[in-house]
């Protein structure tokens, strides 16, 4: 119940497994879950080892049990998609698909791997019930992930 | 008797010897099914099944994968199974390895040139979502991770990785396969029992595990065959003691009973050792009828008051046993030579022993009167007797039209339903290919590794490719920088690294606890690798073996079948020819005895489809053996304490030998009808029923004579 809720929280906090961080994610209850989604996003990766940030913004567009579209426009148009079976990346037409388990119903899933997961120190969202139009995800690494949605 | 206790005494301290030689040297005996014929490619086969023979894996089944994930992490606590994939740690270990790491697909683009498209994918999976797996600092291009995450559809096309375990879904069923890795028996038993009892717990359609794999079967076939020769041989023993008792109401024939037995037995293990390094242990196994012959031989030596009045029976029926399994010695097959010598060394044992023996007395057989009148009686009850007997002899002999020959593996071992079920589901998701394999046999890893890129098999490199290819890959990507480099960084900031200082993953040397089972199920015994291939697959590489386990087995069991059908009809001449020698014209009715028995056999195994195979097969050298020890002492002497001993003769060798027709295992079940069913129509055949018959239609004055026989018998004469 409570990955379902945190269930993100939009899309991000999923990409890195974020329920599984350290840091409490408030719990929502499943109504607070939209069926669908969507909107923009600015996305801040700050790389640690090479003390470098890259920034990106797109599309996101998110259909409960079915679907989360990561589309980044600029400054390299590409498109991550997550389906309860696999996730692609497509860039100029060309797809490359990883039969990888993800669970779209769970944002938080769409990165199963758990051990991937662990690689988060924590995740800070805002705010913590319903969708988020702000979320933080560290690493432990010293990476992070600043992302903010609008919808 | 004295000659035949030095002879006796001699082939003992042989026998003793050649044992203490093999023991200093460390006795070792061949349990592999496969080492019984010399067949193409027996060697790698032979490696292959010791490779798997401990590999067993748990497939969960069910309609929720977040159930079977919560199973299959009971089920690796409550078993101490470590067979979750700890991604994490590999992926630690695999950080300063992987410079010359990319996925199979990334590396066919480099190969064409496409550095532009190699680039974009980069960028994308930068300015993606995912976080990199990997420092960027050495691999800006995020290639390690692209790898990394196409570890597991490389390892098996269609199954992903779910918390560590590998995962499929078909239809709205979804599977979860645990890799148990090697499993002690006794482990692999008592998951199995916790399988079935969990099965049983479980809700229908909420969770179902299968036990698949070799070590399963094996564990399942042992404790099975143990239970079985407990209770089995215990009664066995139990009918053989009974039956020597009522035969010589007395236990004073037990001592002379056990010490021919394990003189037998002592003299044929020191000369199959003497001969053969390490022997098949079928050749154990058949070596049981030893213990048939030995009881006759005993019987027949105390019931006539000492071996020297039987002395011409015995040494015929020797003779003529020797010659039924001494053309087996010529075979061109070393397991049934090894069975001949056991066989024929074992005999010469009891047979010396049962002239050795101190001569016993007062041990004769009693109640000669009750058989006498039971099995003659009167005309009427004898002629219905007769008529009933050739009733069944024919009716058992139409049977022959119903004889199948089987080679196929299957009549030699079937799992029991539970396994069989799981088989066919892991053969059905086909995680590692069908039913075939590749062996290759480079001198070290890296070049198996090598020469399985090169044959373009998708097997270990798929996974961990060879040093030679991650050098290459290094070459690869360095012109991918030279390419596509300065826009690159002019994108994203990130600059080419000027020293790479990260290593490369060698597969003969992997760390990992998760990679170290990857390299092992592929190349369990060393150097070679072991790839499942697809069907069609050929390689004109003298060092790619392609195998076929079933198609070699069926190959070596149809070697086996026509080896010992060709020795069989020897057997049989062989016979025809000292039967000859011994018995003149009266030869045909011994021979007669055995050719029926062979053919109403034969028949009953129609009638109940039980295949003749090259186990059954052999059972006939037995029956044909024992079935002349009947004629022979039934002949030699017609009288009432003869006929009994060899009644229960008989019976004692279908106590033993026939018990087998209640075991689980198909080989043993079907010698042991073989054997119950020889035996019943070579001790039918040996009374003198027929001859007698024969003798009264054809000769009054032999007829008169058969029954002053009896009737000086009966007055106890």
Same mark, same amino acid.
């Given at each position: ?151 | ?67 079977? @994930?919560? @199973? ?110 090697? !499993? ?12 079935? +009892? ?148 074992? !005999? ?119 040093? +030679? ?61 072991? @790839? ?26 149809? +070697? ?47 009638? !109940? ?16 053996? !024992?079935?002349?020890?009947? @004629? ?86």
């Amino acid at each position: 119940m409570c990955k379902r809720s945190t269930v993100f929280l939009a899309a991000l906090a999923v990409l890195c497994g974020a329920v599984g961080g350290t840091v409490a994610v408030t719990p929502a209850s499943d109504a607070a879950l939209p069926e669908t989604a969507s909107g923009t996003f600015i996305q801040r990766k700050t790389l640690a080892d090479v003390d470098v940030t890259i920034t990106s913004t797109g599309t996101f567009r998110f259909e409960k049990g079915r679907l989360f579209e990561w589309r980044t426009l600029k400054p390299l148009p590409s498109t991550f998609t997550a389906t309860p079976t696999n996730y692609a990346i497509t860039v100029n037409g060309k797809t490359t698909t990883r039969n990888l388990k993800s669970n779209v119903d769970e944002i938080a899933k769409i990165f199963e791997i758990k051990e991937v997961k662990e690689f988060v120190k924590g995740v800070k969202s805002e705010p913590q019930v319903g969708f988020p139009n702000k979320v933080t995800v560290e690493f432990k690494n010293g990476d992070r992930l600043d992302i903010e949605m609008k919808r | 008797m004295k000659t035949a206790r030095i002879v006796l005494a001699v082939l003992i301290a042989l026998a003793g010897a050649a044992l203490a030689w093999r023991v200093c040297e460390g006795l070792r005996v061949e349990t592999d099914v496969l080492a019984l014929v010399e067949t193409e490619h027996s060697g790698s086969l032979m490696e292959l099944a010791a490779g798997r023979a401990r590999q067993g894996q748990l497939l969960l089944e069910g309609g929720d994968e977040e159930q079977l @994930v919560k @199973v299959a992490n009971v089920l690796s606590e409550q078993f101490k199974l470590n067979t979750a994939v700890d991604f994490q740690k590999t992926l630690r270990y695999l950080a300063p390895r992987t410079r010359g790491l990319v996925s199979a697909e990334t590396r066919e683009l480099l190969r064409a040139g496409k550095f532009k498209d190699v680039a974009n994918a980069s960028a994308a999976r930068l300015f993606g979502p995912v976080p990199p797996l990997f420092s960027v600092k050495d691999d800006p291009f995020l290639l390690a991770m692209d790898y990394a995450m196409s570890m597991q559809s490389n390892l098996a096309p269609g199954w992903s990785l779910k918390d560590g375990y590998p995962v499929c879904e078909r239809g709205d069923r979804h599977f979860l396969l645990m890799q148990c890795g090697d !499993l002690s028996l006794e482990k692999a038993e008592e998951i199995m029992q916790g399988a079935e +009892r969990i099965n049983g717990s479980f809700a229908a359609g909420f969770a179902k595990i299968w036990c698949c794999g070799p070590v399963f079967h094996t564990a399942r076939s042992t404790s099975s065959a143990k239970r079985e020769i407990n209770l089995l041989s215990v009664i066995s023993v139990v009918l053989v003691a009974l039956l020597g008792w009522m035969l010589f109401s007395s236990w004073r024939f037990v001592p002379q009973l056990l010490v021919t037995v394990g003189v037998a037995f002592f003299v044929a293990t020191g000369a199959l050792f003497a001969f053969f390094p390490c022997p098949h242990v079928i050749t154990f196994v058949f070596g049981v009828t030893l213990i048939g012959l030995a009881v006759d031989y005993v019987y027949h030596s105390r019931s006539a008051g000492g071996a020297g009045k039987v002395l011409r029976p015995l040494t015929q029926s020797l003779a003529t046993s020797l010659a039924c399994f001494a053309p087996l010695l010529f075979a061109d097959i070393s397991a049934m030579r090894q069975m001949a010598l056991f066989t024929m060394a074992g !005999l010469a044992g009891a047979y010396l022993c049962a002239l050795a023996w101190r001569r016993s007395r007062g041990d004769r057989p009693t109640g000669g009167d009750d058989i006498t009148r039971r099995s003659r009686g009167d005309r009427p009850t004898g002629n219905i007797f007769a008529i009933g007997v050739g009733l069944l002899v024919i009716a058992a002999m139409c049977g022959i039209c119903r004889v199948k020959v089987s080679f196929e593996p299957s009549a030699f071992y079937s799992p029991g339903k539970f396994l069989a079920e799981g088989e066919k589901r892991l053969f059905e998701l086909n995680p590692m290919g069908g039913g075939k394999f590749a062996c290759i046999k480079g001198k070290t890893l890296q070049e198996s590794l090598e020469i399985e890129e090169a044959v373009g098999l998708r097997g270990l490199s798929a996974v961990i490719p060879s040093l +030679r290819r991650q050098s290459e890959n290094v070459v690869l990507v360095e012109k991918l920088k030279e390419s596509e480099g300065k826009t690159y960084t002019e994108l994203t900031g990130l600059k080419m690294p000027q020293e790479d200082t990260r290593g490369f993953l060698d597969a003969a040397n992997v760390e990992d606890e998760s990679l170290k089972k990857v390299v092992r199920s592929f190349s369990p015994r060393g150097n070679e690798i072991v @790839v499942p291939c697809p069907e069609g697959f050929q390689s004109a590489d003298t060092r790619v073996v392609v195998l076929d386990p079933r198609q070699a087995a069926k190959k070596m069991f149809a +070697r086996l079948f026509i080896s010992a059908g060709k020795l069989f009809y020897i057997s049989l001449a062989a016979l025809a020819v000292l039967l000859i020698v011994f018995f003149r014209k009266k030869f045909f009715d011994y021979m007669s005895g055995v050719g029926g028995a062979v053919l109403c056999t034969m028949g009953m195994l129609g009638w !109940l489809g039980i295949p003749l195979t090259c186990f059954t097969l052999l059972c006939f050298f037995v029956m044909a053996g !024992l079935g002349l020890d009947y @004629v022979i002492f039934h002949r030699s002497k017609p009288v009432p304490e003869t006929r009994r001993t060899v009644l229960y003769s008989f019976l004692s060798s279908l106590a033993g030998f026939g018990m087998l027709a209640f075991t689980e295992f198909p080989v043993t079940r079907g010698m042991g009808v073989t054997l119950a069913f020889g035996l019943f129509f070579a001790y039918l055949y040996s009374g003198d029923e027929f001859s007698r018959r024969r003798r009264v239609t054809s000769s009054p004055e032999a007829g008169k004579q058969g029954r002053t026989n009896n009737s000086n018998a009966s007055r106890g004469e």
